[in-house]
Every structure is written in structure tokens, then in C-alpha cells.
């Protein structure tokens, strides 16, 4: 008797009925879609699995013929929009947020699904495409403290005017965790609030806890040049852990004048190797020839394969760019 094959057993396991043989079917045919050898036998599976009476089977397949297919798979997906199990549903605009701008009518109408859940992961597609369609929705998920957090770092990338007082509420709250205070400054800042912007420069100079971390990822992001003389001091002691973080975000504020800085710590083997690829990155973000000169240099007086594939990295994000010396990326 021949044995069943992977594929065949892992569609065995996603319709049995069974929670873990279920999860370990669905991860196995998302690996296969992901680009193993079952990958072409797979996709010929899938179309008629999207009509599966098992919900879960269909939900892998939406999900997995988005991920092998992408925008090829569109008509198909399109023609299930109608989908009556919520689960599945979720799944389609999973898959749907993959594809990426070709899909964004069919987010669209996903972002109005009677389901939060399928509306909050329709919304994380139309951000990724600056689509102020999901405002709504990621407002909406600032109630729900399970995906707050994520909810508020997508505002802060939409930047909706109408995110702004429902953040400023936010942050009236008594128990909200460092990070989502944090967040919620963030979202406050890029639509221009002052004080969120003094509030987060004053959080990286208070040197401790580790949510202080994100208060430096985020006046990088921003380009808050304030935060400069906090941002200086804790390079200046070995011990800061957001060391790093602060040279990366030294590079995103964009002065070439502090460019010789950045070099000493990524050429400096004293350093941490984590703090030298931090350095690394620092003068991608940077960019312009001199960091890329720099880069090149570091690439080959290093042993360590770690930090030898950080500057690759970085050197081809540059070339990838066309980094021309004016400082900064978005």
C-alpha cells in the first residue's frame, strides 16, 4: 500500500476535526505554499479546497493560495468574499493583507466585517498601503487591550487627524502599560502635538525601564531633533542598554555631522558585536558615499560573520536606495 503523500497528510490533519493535528495541517500547508517542493502540486489542490465543507480547510486555502499566488490568486479569493464563517473570513483577509495593493478594494469591504477581528486585519492591509480606510477600525481597536498596542503603532504610521483626541483620551487612562503610554505619544506626535513631543524626549532622557527603548525607535522615526543632547549622553556611557538603538536613530535624524560618531562605535572592537551592527545600520540610515565608504571598509576588516552580514546588508540597502548624501531614510 503506497503511503499518502505530505501534502495528502496534511490535508488529512486539517480536516480532522482535531485542534492539533489541525494546527500542524494548516502549518505545513503554509509551508509548502511558502516555496517547498509540494509548492505547484499544492496550488492545483487549493481552488477546489476554497469549497471545502470544512471551514478550517477553507480558511488554510484563501490563506495559502494568497501566499503562493499572490495577486494571480485575486479572482478566486474575490469570489468568496461572502464567506460565512467568521474564522475563515479572517483568514481571506489574512491573506488578502499579504497580496498588498492589488487587493486593496477587496480590504476595502473587509474593513467594514461584522467580525472586529476580520475588520483589524483588513485595516493592518490598508495601512501598509497609507489607506486612511482603516482609521476606523484601528480607533476602534484601541479598546481592546489585545491588540492596542499594534493599533496604536498603525496609527502613528497613517497619521489620521482623527486619531488624535481618541489618543489623547487614551493616555487619560490610569493603567496603561509603558509602552502603550509610550505609543500613544508617539501617535500624538506625528500629528503634531507639542507636548507628546517634549513628553517623548523627556522619556528617552529618563534612563531607565525598558519600554525607554520605543521612546528612542520613535523620535527616529519622527525625526525629533530635541531628543539630540539625550540621545549623545547615553552613547557616552557603555552601560546604557539603548546604546544601540541610539546610534541607529542618530543615523534616521539625518546629520552627517555626527557620522565620525557613528563610524567609532562600528569600527571600534571593544564594542558589543550587537552595538556594532547597530552602528551599522546607523550609517545606512544615514546614507550618502562617506557612510557607504565607511561601510565598505568595516566589511572587510572583520571576521565576524554576524557583523560581516549586517554591513552586506546594509551596503546593499544603500545601493537599493541610491543613498546620494542627503541624510536619512523614511
Not at 487619560?172 to 517634549?198: P, W
Not at 528617552?204 to 540621545?231: F, Q
Not at 557607504?292 to 552580514?309: I, K, M, N, S, V
Amino acid at each position: 500500500m503506497t503511503a499518502p503523500s505530505p501534502l495528502d497528510s496534511a490535508l488529512d490533519d486539517l480536516a480532522s476535526g482535531k485542534r492539533r493535528r489541525q494546527a500542524a495541517g494548516h502549518e505545513a500547508i503554509m509551508q509548502m505554499a511558502e516555496g517547498s517542493a509540494w509548492k505547484d502540486e499544492l496550488v492545483a489542490r487549493l481552488p477546489e479546497l476554497t469549497s471545502h465543507p470544512n471551514p478550517q480547510v477553507r480558511g488554510t486555502a484563501y490563506l495559502a493560495l494568497a501566499t503562493a499566488q499572490g495577486e494571480e490568486a485575486l479572482p478566486i479569493l474575490q469570489a468568496h468574499l461572502d464567506e460565512r464563517e467568521g474564522d475563515a473570513r479572517l483568514d481571506l483577509a489574512q491573506g488578502l493583507a499579504g497580496i498588498g495593493a492589488p487587493a486593496l478594494g477587496l480590504l476595502r469591504r473587509l474593513v467594514t466585517d461584522p467580525i472586529f477581528e476580520v475588520r483589524f486585519a483588513a485595516a493592518g492591509g490598508l495601512v501598509a498601503l497609507g489607506d486612511p480606510a482603516a482609521a476606523e477600525v484601528l480607533i476602534e481597536a484601541l479598546g481592546h487591550s489585545d491588540v492596542r498596542y499594534l493599533a496604536l503603532s498603525a496609527l502613528q504610521r497613517l497619521a489620521d487627524p482623527r486619531a488624535l483626541e481618541p489618543a489623547r483620551r487614551l493616555l487619560q487612562k490610569r493603567f496603561l502599560s509603558g509602552y502603550e503610554r509610550i505609543a500613544a505619544a508617539g501617535v500624538l506626535a506625528r500629528l503634531g502635538d507639542a507636548d507628546a513631543r517634549r513628553w517623548l524626549v523627556e522619556r528617552v532622557a529618563r534612563r531607565k525601564g525598558a519600554d525607554r527603548g520605543l521612546a528612542v525607535e520613535i523620535v527616529g522615526e519622527l525625526g525629533v531633533g530635541e531628543a539630540l543632547p539625550a540621545l549623545l549622553e547615553a552613547l557616552g556611557d557603555r552601560k546604557d542598554p539603548f546604546r544601540g538603538a541610539c546610534l541607529r536613530v542618530l543615523g534616521m535624524l539625518g546629520d552627517q555631522a555626527h557620522r565620525e560618531l557613528i563610524e567609532k562605535a562600528l569600527f571600534d572592537t571593544t564594542e558589543e558585536v550587537e552595538v556594532r551592527m547597530d552602528a551599522a545600520e546607523g550609517l545606512m540610515n544615514l546614507g550618502g558615499p562617506e557612510a557607504r565608504a565607511a561601510l565598505e571598509r568595516a566589511l572587510g576588516g572583520t571576521d565576524d560573520e554576524e557583523l560581516r552580514e549586517v554591513v552586506s546588508e546594509a551596503i546593499a540597502q544603500l545601493d537599493l536606495t541610491k543613498g546620494d548624501g542627503q541624510g536619512g531614510v523614511e
